[in-house]
T-cell receptor, first 114, second 117 residues
Framework: KQEVTQIPAALSVPEGENLVLNCSFT??????LQWFRQDPGKGLTSLLL?????REQTSGRLNASLDKSSGRSTLYIAASQPGDSATYLC?????????????FGKGTKLSVKP | GAVVSQHPSRVICKSGTSVKIECRSL??????MFWYRQFPKQSLMLMAT?????????EQGVEKDKFLINHASLTLSTLTVTSAHPEDSSFYIC?????????????FGPGTRLTVL
């Protein structure tokens, strides 16, 4: 059974810091991994999708890496801003008996203070 | 980019009433739609998977007679919470997979906050 864990559960940093969010998964046989952002009371915004054949993806100040063999992914946020404050979720698709529904971690709640 | 809408964004209802939530893919055909539920400080949990024109597949522990899902067209899926109770209060999010591409990306709706009094 695939399980997704995110560490830390919460993180508070001053503006301008570089930071790393961690995601681990128990079954390394994944097709891809996604990072999402969720603002309070809002839906999800997809940030980055890494295919299993890729090692990293970049979008602006965000960089996500994937190490399938060790079951880990990291989301690196450079020069953090108060607008980055949100909960960040990682998710992997589960194909066992279904059609690719996503299994989510509980998220890391990020607070960037001005 | 692909957009998924949900309506309503927020609903408050009395215990015992039924609530319908709509999920629409605005600029693509969604052959598969997913319904998730999120309780406070918990991760999203899949409730059911629906394919256009067929019955939904429910996850273990989700009552299909309570959470009615209809995927009548390639752009619309509805979730009806029947005889809602306070414990059904939650954040419901739908997602849709673009049937016209080979990507595994799911596009998420903005969510619906349900409060049952």
């Amino acid at each position: 059974k695939q399980e997704v864990t995110q560490i830390p559960a919460a993180l508070s940093v001053p503006e301008g810091e570089n930071l790393v969010l961690n995601c681990s998964f128990t079954d390394s046989a994944i097709y891809n991994l996604q990072w999402f952002r969720q603002d309070p009371g809002k839906g999800l915004t997809s940030l980055l999708l890494i295919q299993s054949s890729q090692r990293e993806q970049t979008s602006g100040r965000l960089n996500a890496s994937l190490d399938k063999s060790s079951g880990r992914s990291t989301l690196y946020i450079a020069a953090s801003q108060p607008g980055d404050s949100a909960t960040y979720l990682c998710a992997v698709p589960f194909y066992g008996g279904s059609q690719g529904n996503l299994i989510f971690g509980k998220g890391t709640k990020l607070s960037v203070k001005p | 980019g692909a957009v998924v809408s949900q309506h309503p964004s927020r609903v408050i209802c009395k215990s015992g009433t039924s609530v319908k939530i709509e999920c629409r893919s605005l600029d693509f055909q969604a052959t598969t739609m997913f319904w998730y539920r999120q309780f406070p400080k918990q991760s999203l949990m899949l409730m059911a998977t629906s394919n256009e024109g067929s019955k939904a597949t429910y996850e273990q522990g989700v009552e299909k007679d309570k959470f009615l899902i209809n995927h009548a067209s390639l752009t619309l899926s509805t979730l009806t919470v029947t005889s809602a109770h306070p414990e059904d209060s939650s954040f419901y999010i739908c997602s849709a997979r673009d049937g016209g591409t080979r990507t595994d990306t799911q596009y998420f709706g903005p969510g619906t906050r349900l409060t049952v009094l």
